[in-house]
């Protein structure tokens, strides 16, 4: 009997390319003749555009053409979609004609001959401005008699969910303690190694293909056909290697459909590839919503009632950010049994860039609400945060639980999950410690914080429920293919998909194919994000494979003049053999020699996955300076069965130092006049290495039964539990100086400031910047 890989440490077999030879990135490719097309964007926040002229632009060397958003008349404007949700008269033109409305907007484009050639002529583009007043904060958005960003849509609201006059002004009537607090779960930046980039190339047929780095071709399609007006099947979209996306690269922005449409206007192929300043000003941000949480409940800890209302910035123009509340509502009670709550939220426009997904899209907000209210109440009781939780937590479960907010829970443990946590960061003896400080009034004391999250992977809006394919096929040389619909960039799903296939065929791993994100080659696929892919497009490739044994039986079985039912299936031969007589046997490879093997197989699960987790993280705060360092985060994510424990930790580890660094370093901040100031990497404080200790992971699988892998996700599971874990360890380490909330990012300006209203007024919070993300509207 052969040994199931599954469950194995395999090592990525997408690594020794990358670390030898590099990969191939979109602006990596040469396409002979190409131009290079730069934007001309929007340096104020709001303003009506009265001119461009871009004459002088035209005299400059290599200069080919330059054009506006008057000469893009047959591109389309870009309509927010997402099922109506979403009010339909805030329109993006792709290149701003009439008015801008964020500070990074594109509004015109020179075409060069060479690429340093355009970043000189951009600056020749003379565009005239009537300023207009902007909105700046999302607060802002809501204030009477502020600027409506869209005059024909009648105020700056994109889109509410739930119903505001519903909310019941009993709510927490009965509680012996409720709790208040507005918090701020700021605005950040994708920020992922590669930037946005495009290749565009028409056929002599009117085909174009364009070379875009996304998280799905096929939605990347979708897109850009809309946007140009074509048939998606006049338009093919390559994935080449992608340097990261965290939930931005999905579908198209404005300025991929410019470069296809100036490679359509003068007819020879054009490229694209922005700069770090442009992708933090230009690539969709995540996370920026204001929530007050109101949280009742007794004495003894138990929490009877809990209320959420969001306040979502969406940015200028309403993408999926704008929905994204949504999901919030949908997690927000998380893992508790809270007998009353209820949630509302408004998503609005400001002038700053759109808001868009990222890792987590919606439920780190829900996290990070429903955590830091836990905190506040277990400090209002003067209870321990670790009971408070215990005592609502929702008892283990394996039969689906629906949710007060519609969320069916398929499977959990979550009073599992604490106590694991606990147990491996050694709990008791941190409090001993943390006590032991506090009575010697050191000058760095300690912070535990704690986070229990449950979350939503593999949702899906398809009719009949999430679902994913793939395609096996076995090559005559004995080596297979697999294509499949996930998109991966960083996830190894090369790896992963390779190993379930080997798994049911005895193809050995270095013989298999996976390939991906060419739309002439895999038409359909829902792409890689919500951490679908391998509780779908895994499970695909697993029911491709051994539907292609199903196929390869019958065939076996008239090769060698058996009954299928004699055959049985060898691994090790990677064939068939005999019952009884392993002599007579046939490969997979034979019988493809004669006619083709292939099997395409769709997937479907029955509803999405809710994974599950508890972190603690410990911190160490300087009160003299504010200065906190992160001395651990032990983390407990449970994702079911997981099938490369390698591969799940690396994605483990990369979500929770992401999540950490909203905890304490990094935002997007904008002043007054809507100007971002944090547009390059000198003033965004992207988390390195050096700020984050290495994560101690413990291990809990709790097996879904929505698919056979029993696997549910893991990739935004770490960004979802570090997040409010470290910002209760820091706020914990100030508690006993009164002390009882500060705003994400915890910087040291605002522990020290923390610190100061705490020491001449008592217990107290710090709030955020004024600014897009700010609290202090
Ligand atoms: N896996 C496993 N066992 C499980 C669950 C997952 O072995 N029970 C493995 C999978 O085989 C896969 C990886 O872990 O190799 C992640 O799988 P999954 O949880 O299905 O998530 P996706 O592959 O769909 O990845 C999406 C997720 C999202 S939504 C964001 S955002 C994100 C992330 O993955 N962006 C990333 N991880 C990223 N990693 C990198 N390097 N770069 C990004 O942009």
Redesign the pocket.
């Known amino acids: 009997m052969t040994v199931s890989i599954l469950g194995t440490r395999v090592i990525r077999t997408e690594d020794p390319r990358f670390l030898t030879t590099g990969g191939v990135y979109t602006d990596d490719l040469a396409l002979p003749g190409a131009c290079y097309v730069h934007f001309v964007r929007s340096a104020v926040a709001h303003a009506r555009i009265t001119a461009v002229d871009v004459s002088a632009a035209l005299e400059a060397p290599g200069v080919i053409a330059a054009f506006t958003g008057a000469d893009l008349a047959d591109l389309d404007d870009l309509a927010p979609s997402m099922g109506g949700m979403i009010n339909a008269q805030m329109i993006q033109q792709p290149l701003a004609r009439d008015v801008v409305r964020f500070v990074g907007e594109p509004v015109a484009v020179v075409v060069t001959e060479s690429r340093y050639q355009g970043e000189d002529a951009v600056d020749l583009v003379d565009v005239d401005y009537d300023l207009q007043p902007p909105v700046v904060s999302m607060t802002d958005a809501v204030t009477d008699g502020a600027p409506v960003l869209f005059p024909a849509a009648g105020s700056n609201v994109a889109a509410t969910f739930g119903d505001r006059a519903a909310l019941k002004a009993d709510l927490f009537d009965g509680c012996e303690v409720v709790v208040s607090r507005t918090i701020v779960n700021q605005r950040v930046a994708?920020a992922?190694m590669e930037t946005r980039a495009a290749q565009a190339q028409w056929g002599p047929d009117g085909r174009l293909t364009a070379w875009i780095p996304n998280?799905g071709a096929q939605g990347t399609r979708a897109s850009l056909a809309k946007m140009l007006g074509i048939d998606r099947d006049q338009l093919r979209i390559i994935t080449p290697d992608?340097g990261?996306?965290?939930?931005a690269?999905f579908g198209a922005d404005p300025e991929h459909a410019v470069v296809c449409w100036v490679a359509r206007r003068l007819g020879r192929p054009a490229r694209w590839a922005e700069t770090r300043n442009e992708n933090l000003l230009g690539m969709t941000h995540g996370r920026a919503q204001r929530q007050t949480v109101t949280i009742g409940g007794r004495r003894d800890g138990t929490v009877e009632a809990y209320r959420l209302e969001v306040l979502q910035d969406s940015g200028a123009y309403p993408r999926i950010g704008a929905f994204l509340p949504a999901l919030t509502i949908l997690m927000c009670p998380g893992p508790y049994a809270i007998g009353r709550a209820e949630a509302v939220a408004t998503s609005v426009v400001t002038n700053t860039t759109p808001v868009g997904?990222?890792?987590?899209?919606g439920r780190p907000e829900a996290t990070a609400a429903v955590e830091r209210a836990m905190d506040l109440f277990a400090a209002e009781i003067g209870a321990d945060p670790a009971e408070v939780r215990r005592k609502n937590l929702l008892p283990a479960f394996t039969d689906p639980q629906t949710t007060a907010f519609g969320a069916t829970y398929d499977s959990g443990d979550y009073g599992g999950a604490l106590a694991a946590a606990l147990d491996a960061a050694g709990y008791a003896d941190l409090r001993e410690e943390q006590a032991k400080r506090r009575a010697s009034g050191d000058v760095v004391q300690l912070g535990i914080g704690l986070s229990c999250y449950v979350e939503i992977?593999?949702a899906g809006g398809e009719a009949g429920g999430p679902q994913e394919n793939a395609t096996v096929e076995v090559h005559p040389d004995g080596s297979a293919t697999i294509l499949t619909g996930?998109s991966?960039?960083?996830?190894?799903?090369s790896?992963?998909?390779a190993m379930l296939a080997s798994d049911e065929l005895g193809i050995p791993i270095d013989k298999i194919t996976v390939k991906w994100g060419d739309t002439d080659l895999i038409p359909e696929g829902g792409g890689?994000?919500?951490?679908?892919?391998?509780?779908?497009?895994?499970a695909a490739v697993q029911q491709a494979s051994q539907e292609l044994i199903d196929v390869a039986r019958s065939r076996a079985a008239s090769a060698l003049e058996v009954s299928p039912a004699d055959l049985v299936y060898d691994t090790a031969l990677a064939g068939f053999a005999v019952a009884g007589d392993p002599d007579i046997s046939v490969s997979l490879a034979q019988l493809a020699s004669s006619e083709q093997l292939l099997v395409r197989a769709v997937f479907g699960a029955p509803g999405a996955t809710f994974?599950f987790g508890a972190h603690v993280a410990v911190a160490e705060v300087d009160t003299e300076t504010g200065k906190t360092v992160l001395r651990r985060i032990v983390a407990v994510d449970d994702?079911?069965?997981?099938?490369?424990?390698l591969?799940?930790e690396?994605?483990r580890h990369?979500?929770i130092a992401q999540g950490a660094a909203q905890a304490f370093l990094e935002e997007v901040v904008y002043d007054a006049d809507g100007n971002p100031l944090t547009s390059s990497f000198a003033d965004y404080a992207f988390l390195t290495a050096s700020e984050v200790p290495s994560f101690e992971l413990a291990e809990m699988?709790t097996p879904t039964s929505y698919n056979p892998?029993?696997?549910?996700?893991?990739?935004?599971?770490g960004?979802i539990g570090s997040t409010p874990a470290v910002q209760n360890a820091i706020i914990d380490a100030l508690a006993h100086l009164g002390v009882r909330h500060i705003d994400m990012p915890a910087t040291p300006q605002r522990v020290w400031e923390a610190l100061r209203a705490a020491g001449t007024s008592g217990a107290v919070g710090v709030s955020g910047t004024v600014g897009a993300s700010g609290a202090v509207g």
């Open positions: 994708p992922p998280q992608v990261g996306a965290f939930g690269k997904a990222y890792r987590g899209a992977t593999g996930t991966p960039h960083g996830q190894g799903h790896t992963v998909w890689t994000g919500g951490s679908r892919s391998l509780q779908l497009g895994g994974p994702a079911g069965t997981v099938i490369n424990p591969l799940a690396g994605q990369g979500g699988a892998l029993g696997a549910k996700g893991i990739g935004e599971a960004t």
